[in-house]
């Protein structure tokens, strides 16, 4: 069984929420890739819309945008995601994962592109509760 432990970025207010997505929802995140965009009802937020901002896996490898595909791979880098240089020019070889979810991922970043009618603490407590 596949669980993800979703980190929800609300722009408006500037916090984050965690809630862990498991079972068939779950299952419905694996192959979207980083810039996706699906509806909150899967990490129990209906009515709001999510993108898919980046993740990492079960060894803190961090999602990358430009690597396709769901596999670990050691690529070089100059900047961004996996690596940041200490001097210009500087690159290095470093792992990173693919910009697809996978069954090896442990956490996804979203962020809200669409507001619901409810508010995300409101939603989140209600399903901690049940």
């Known amino acids: ?5 979703a980190v929800v970025a609300d722009v408006k207010n500037g916090r984050t929420y965690q809630t862990m997505v498991s079972g068939q929802h779950a299952n419905r995140l694996l192959g979207m890739k980083i810039g996706d965009e699906f509806d909150g009802l899967f990490v129990s937020l209906p ?18 945008r430009d690597l ?5 791979k050691k690529i070089v880098l100059s900047g961004g995601v996996g690596f940041h240089p200490l001097s210009d020019g500087q690159r290095r ?5 693919g910009n697809s979810i996978s069954a090896d991922m442990v956490q996804i970043n979203l962020k809200v592109t669409s507001f619901g009618p409810r508010p995300i603490e409101e939603q989140l407590k209600q399903g901690e509760s049940e």
């Open 47 to 64: 009515g709001y819309k999510l993108k898919i901002t980046g993740g990492s896996d079960k060894d803190g490898f961090p999602m990358r």
């Open 93 to 97: 070889r470093k792992y990173v994962r």
């Open 68 to 72: 396709p595909g769901q596999q670990r």
């Open 1 to 5: 069984m596949v669980e993800f432990k």
